[in-house]
Nanobody, 121 residues
Framework: QVQLVESGGGLVQPGGSLRLSCPASGSIFSINAMAWYRQAPGKQRELVAVVTGAGRTNYPNSVKGRFTISRDNAENTVYLQMNSLKPEDTAVYYC???????????????WGKGIPVTVSS
């Protein structure tokens, strides 16, 4: 099994910053990409940031310039630095690993349980 555990969430005032971390552990053969998603109450889960093994990143316009995703390949850990936070960033944030547990396996998504982020004064 692959385990992903998010940390670093919490309550922050508008304009503040938070840094989320997500180490991956367990039986991991290879990682294609790691990403962060979020889901606000009453809304669908949406992609926040993704980083490939080659280090290429992608963000939706809603967070571009404010959020930065990074990855420590040696530690199988992904981070999300969130700056200039807004109330609309309030959501549960999920870590996702796209990879394989063994050679020849089709790529599969593995998910953490999520961590809440609340932006409020």
């Amino acid at each position: 099994q692959v385990q992903l555990v998010e940390s670093g969430g919490g309550l922050v005032q508008p304009g503040g910053s938070l840094r989320l971390s997500c180490p991956a552990s367990g039986s991991i053969f290879s990682i294609n990409a790691m990403a962060w998603y979020r889901q606000a109450p009453g809304k669908q889960r949406e992609l926040v940031a993704v980083v490939t093994g080659a280090g290429r990143t992608n963000y939706p316009n809603s967070v571009k310039g404010r959020f930065t995703i990074s990855r420590d390949n040696a530690e199988n850990t992904v981070y999300l630095q969130m700056n200039s936070l807004k109330p609309e960033d309030t959501a549960v944030y999920y870590c996702c690993l796209n990879g394989r547990q063994y050679y020849g396996q089709p790529l599969e998504d593995y998910w953490g349980k999520g961590i809440p982020v609340t932006v409020s004064s």
